[in-house]
């Protein structure tokens, strides 16, 4: 079954330090999006990209955050300068249309700012 | 703007009992509605879908059926297993004046199935 995969799994950074989060999407899938979840709380939706452009974007993705699809594969989250509250799961997920289309998601990396 | 009321957790249950799991939404029009499932250490898995109402949903033995009249998507299943343990989230997606991108996720329901 076609899988989104993404890296690192795991990764620990400074604050004030950017960091790159990279997914590769299932090939034929035309939306992507990157959520996140911090430790026990709700999933949040962080951006939609479709078209090589954002979509939508929620409040917390602001001007420290930046998506990209760099090639035909990957897709990546950007955060240039981390904050401890940033610590987070973030997970990227791709889906074939909008509305009536459920995501794949990706198994997440766990960012740890310390 | 849409949102998503999950029963509030956890849940623990025997093998074999039976399972609900309580989810209503606040939307406008006809959302796509949608579980998840996230076992530990996982990320989100779609366990099913309804994209519109009165459809039935079903996958693995769950089911949820879209109840617009009374804005409800309760997950079911009849005997669970200690391998259905995992946190489930009911999720929400459209609507009239709804985004057509992002999901609304509900804060999650852990089920522990016991032996």
């Known amino acids: 079954e076609p899988e989104v995969t993404q890296t690192p799994s795991h990764q620990v950074t400074q604050m004030g330090q950017e960091v790159i989060l990279r997914c590769v999407p299932i090939s034929n899938h035309l939306y992507f999006y990157w959520y996140r979840q911090i430790l026990g709380q709700k999933v949040e939706f962080l951006v939609s990209?479709?078209?090589?452009?954002?979509?939508?974007k929620s409040e917390i993705f602001d001007d420290q955050f930046s998506v990209e699809r760099p090639d035909g594969s990957n897709f990546t989250l950007k955060i240039r300068s981390t904050k401890l509250e940033d610590s987070a799961m973030y997970f990227c997920a791709s889906s074939e249309g909008p509305v009536n289309y459920g995501y794949t998601f990706g198994s997440g990396t766990r960012l740890t700012v310390v | 703007g849409n949102s998503v009321t999950q029963m509030e957790g956890p849940v623990t249950l025997s093998e074999e009992a039976f399972l609900t799991i309580n989810c209503t939404y606040t939307?406008?029009?006809?959302?796509?509605l949608f579980w998840y499932v996230q076992y530990p250490g996982e990320g989100l898995q779609l366990l099913l879908k309804?994209?519109?109402?009165?459809d039935k949903g079903s996958n693995k033995g769950f089911e949820a059926t879209y109840r617009k009249e009374t804005t409800s998507f309760h997950l079911e299943k009849g005997s669970v297993q200690v391998s259905d343990s995992a946190v489930y989230f009911c999720?929400?997606?459209?609507?009239?004046?709804?985004?057509?991108?992002?999901?609304?996720f509900g804060k999650g329901t852990l089920l522990t199935v016991n032996p």
């Open positions: 990209f479709y078209n090589n452009e954002i979509s939508e």
């Open positions: 999720a929400l997606k459209g609507g009239s004046g709804g985004s057509n991108y992002k999901l609304t």
């Open positions: 309804a994209t519109k109402a009165d």
């Open positions: 939307a406008t029009g006809y959302p796509s």
